[in-house]
């Protein structure tokens, strides 16, 4: 197993970037689960927090980009570490106004010289000067298009390839742009407690700017602050959720008294959105097959005042052989996916993603969804949820299913704003991050036949 790096806060922004990078690239960390473990355990200040997300995110993001532009400038190998810390530099020269390029050369000198030695930094500062007196390379000549789009967004070529073919060069183009910007901070209102209003209310006494979105009613966009470390999160008031997470809950129309099943619950931020739906009056079982998440779902619930949840650790794909068979009124599968939607958030994914993992996705999927329609009550409603753009794992996956259950049909999708509703078609709703400024996400709606 490979050790990790402690990361080491010296007040040193670039050098802790450097080795979050590194931690994610090495280890296949997640990058916003590590940035955020660092900003919490070394009580980060909010200047540097912000610099310090910009230049993890903003060079991860950019990664294939930032290649291209110190191709010509690298002879020979370098150390994975001297990579990175190439282009963190040229990240700060190329797309941070606000840092002098100077500055970032400086600082990246400084670096080599403490991690590695006088020659090290040396060859960094030959490159970066280099680049600063004859400027980046030009992507607009790259002859073929879809190279030229994949460098000039930063994504892999099939992936794009992939992109291309599921949606065309547009829409495909303008989703490639948008998983480069930095995502909206969201929370849902924990309807339960408080009313939208209050809870703005309460943030602004906390000097948060927020606003109500003009999507989903529930949602809140802060423009300012960290949800998490307000009173009003820890007081159970707001959930910090996507807002196109939003979605399953709501198309679930779950009614108050209800017996529900959530069977990909960690951790909790839809099953939670479901109780505070019901009113807390019902019940919900939780259930994921990773018993150690299900502590958060009881956490969260705890925090929010919801006392209908209850939890279980169950393999999903073989729900059927555990759970009482045609006891549950709505069950919602949000299954495990390739997570193509939230690469905004996690950039790390569109490196790291296999054409082969789709394969396996569907499968699962297919199993989660033939386990729920046994346990499901005639009559009864199923939404199949995913944050991923894909077409293999969100169209295919309800097209296969269909195949194999004459019993279930696509039935519509309710309960949403209208915005939302007139992007569904025929029981199935595709939102993309260019849409709304949310996650990409997809809802299918079914229903279990009466008669059979
Ligand atoms: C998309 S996440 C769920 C997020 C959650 N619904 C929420 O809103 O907070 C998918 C979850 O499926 C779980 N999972 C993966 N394979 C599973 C299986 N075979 N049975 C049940 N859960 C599974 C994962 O542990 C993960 O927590």
Known sequence: MTKKKAIIWDGNVRDAALTILLAVDKNQAYSNLLLNQTINKYKIEAKDRALLTEIT????????????????????????????????????????????????????????????????????????????????PSIDEITDPIKRLAIKTSHPEWLVQRFIEAYGVEKTTEMLHENNMPPIQTVRVNTTKATVNEV??????????????????????????????????????????????????NV?????????????????????????????????????????KLDLIDENSARLGLNIIETAPVDGRKAAQVLPAESFDAILVDAPCSGLGVMRRKPDIKYTKREEDFESLHKIQLELLDNAVQVLK???????????????ENEGTVKAFLASHPEMELADIENLPTALLNKGQGGMLQVFPQDFGSDGFFVAAFRKKLLR
């Open 378 to 392: 005639p009559g009864g409603r199923l939404v199949y949820s995913t944050c991923t753009i894909d077409r293999e």
């Open 252 to 292: 679930l129309h779950p009614q108050k008294g209800w017996r529900i099943l959530d069977m990909c619950a960690a951790p909790g931020g839809k099953t939670t959105h479901i109780a505070e739906k019901m009113g807390n009056e019902g019940s919900i079982l939780a259930t994921d097959i990773h018993p150690h």
């Open 57 to 136: 995110y903003g060079t991860l993001q950019h990664k294939y980009t930032l290649d291209f532009y110190l191709e010509p400038f690298i002879r020979g190998k370098i150390d994975l570490w001297v990579r990175w810390l190439l282009r963190l530099s040229v990240y700060q020269i190329v797309y941070l106004n606000r840092v002098p390029d100077h500055a970032a050369v400086n600082e990246a000198v400084e670096i080599a010289k403490r991690r590695g030695h006088k020659g090290i930094a040396s060859t960094v500062n030959g490159i970066l000067r280099s680049i600063l007196r004859q400027g980046i």
């Open 200 to 249: 703005l209310a309460l943030l602004e006494k906390e000097h948060i700017e927020a606003k109500q979105s003009n999507v989903m009613p529930e949602c809140i966009h802060l423009i300012n602050g960290q949800a998490s470390r307000t009173q009003a999160f820890k007081d159970g008031y707001i959930t910090i959720q996507d807002e196109s997470s939003m979605m399953p809950a």
